[in-house]
């Protein structure tokens, strides 16, 4: 016998041992009921995606006498042989590989460049000291998190948000603008996390002042999508920061726009 059928005994014999709610659907596959309304066991390996977000995504399909435990990467699913074949069809739907995604960030969006001032002047938002990026790109896989700065030509990836949690925190303080991106398909749309630092414009004693937010949405793809819109369901990053307030006083407008690459 070979490991991989050891193994898959070995995963079965689990499910059987676990699964309390199984015992009334194997009874009752002795009676005399329909042959797609009979209990079944079933071991998925997923391939490609978060078995997590495979199980959330099946578990409102899911039969009210079935149950759906996890092994690794197996999904170990009891159902009947007819919600069984429905479940796996929407999983080969969803365990597709890893797509790669292009993801547009604008500083700038939808908002002039310009200031007015109280004596009616007109004040250029760019400084003249820093170099300005307001349009930038970067091409990922999904999952992986984006870091955006406006005063840098080059965005950063890495698969974890860690690192960026405490740079958005230092630009912050420093009054810089920048973001932390993660992106992944949800059908057609797309599931956004995501982390801001931004700058408000302040009065003559307090020139300007820092904001971030965390927040996440399911948005459409290929749109272009202003961030403060998110700005009630968001949570503070330092829970010493006041609330993040999107109002128009914002430098710049703040929007994210994602594409899947061919």
Same mark, same amino acid.
């Given at each position: 016998?070979?490991?991989?059928?050891?193994?898959?005994?070995?995963?079965?014999?689990?499910?059987?041992?676990?699964?309390?709610?199984?015992?009334?659907?194997?009874?009752?596959?002795?009676?005399?009921?329909?042959?797609?309304?009979?209990?079944?066991?079933?071991?998925?390996?997923?391939?490609?995606?978060?078995?997590?977000?495979?199980?959330?995504?099946?578990?409102?399909?899911?039969?009210?006498?079935?149950? =759906?435990?996890?092994?690794?990467?197996?999904?170990?699913?009891?159902?009947?042989?007819?919600?069984?074949?429905? $479940?796996?069809?929407? =999983?080969?739907?969803?365990?597709?590989?890893?797509?790669? $995604?292009?993801?547009?960030?604008?500083?700038?969006?939808?908002?002039?460049?310009?200031?007015?001032?109280?004596? @009616?002047?007109?004040?250029?938002?760019?400084?003249?000291?820093?170099?300005?990026?307001?349009?930038?790109?970067?091409?990922?896989?999904? @999952?992986?998190?984006?870091?955006?700065?406006?005063?840098?030509?080059?965005?950063?990836?890495?698969?974890?948000?860690?690192?960026?949690?405490?740079? $958005?925190?230092?630009?912050?303080?420093?009054?810089?603008?920048?973001?932390?991106?993660?992106?992944?398909?949800?059908?057609?749309?797309?599931?956004?996390?995501?982390?801001?630092?931004?700058?408000?414009?302040?009065?003559?004693?307090?020139?300007?002042?820092?904001?971030?937010?965390?927040?996440?949405?399911?948005?459409?793809?290929?749109?272009?999508?202003?961030?403060?819109?998110?700005?009630?369901?968001?949570?503070?990053?330092?829970?010493?920061?006041?609330?993040?307030?999107?109002?128009?006083?914002?430098? @710049?407008?703040?929007?994210?726009?994602?594409?899947?690459?061919?």
């Amino acid at each position: 016998m070979t490991f991989a059928n050891l193994q898959r005994l070995a995963l079965r014999g689990a499910c059987l041992l676990g699964l309390g709610l199984l015992a009334p659907m194997l009874q009752a596959q002795n009676s005399s009921i329909p042959a797609d309304q009979q209990a079944v066991i079933e071991i998925v390996r997923l391939q490609h995606r978060d078995p997590e977000l495979i199980r959330n995504a099946i578990s409102p399909l899911l039969d009210d006498r079935g149950a =759906i435990s996890q092994i690794d990467h197996n999904l170990i699913i009891s159902t009947s042989r007819a919600n069984l074949t429905e $479940l796996e069809a929407l =999983i080969d739907q969803l365990d597709v590989p890893l797509k790669q $995604l292009l993801i547009r960030v604008d500083f700038n969006y939808a908002a002039a460049n310009v200031q007015t001032a109280d004596d @009616g002047s007109q004040l250029n938002t760019v400084s003249t000291q820093r170099q300005d990026y307001p349009v930038q790109n970067m091409r990922v896989t999904e @999952g992986e998190y984006t870091y955006f700065n406006r005063y840098q030509d080059s965005p950063q990836i890495s698969p974890v948000f860690g690192p960026y949690g405490l740079q $958005l925190q230092q630009d912050m303080q420093r009054s810089e603008q920048s973001i932390a991106v993660k992106a992944e398909l949800r059908g057609e749309q797309v599931a956004l996390e995501f982390a801001a630092s931004m700058i408000q414009a302040g009065d003559s004693t307090d020139i300007e002042q820092g904001q971030s937010l965390r927040s996440s949405l399911v948005v459409d793809l290929n749109q272009w999508i202003p961030l403060q819109q998110t700005a009630d369901s968001s949570q503070n990053i330092n829970d010493s920061i006041g609330p993040f307030t999107a109002t128009t006083t914002l430098e @710049g407008g703040l929007a994210i726009r994602i594409e899947v690459m061919p």
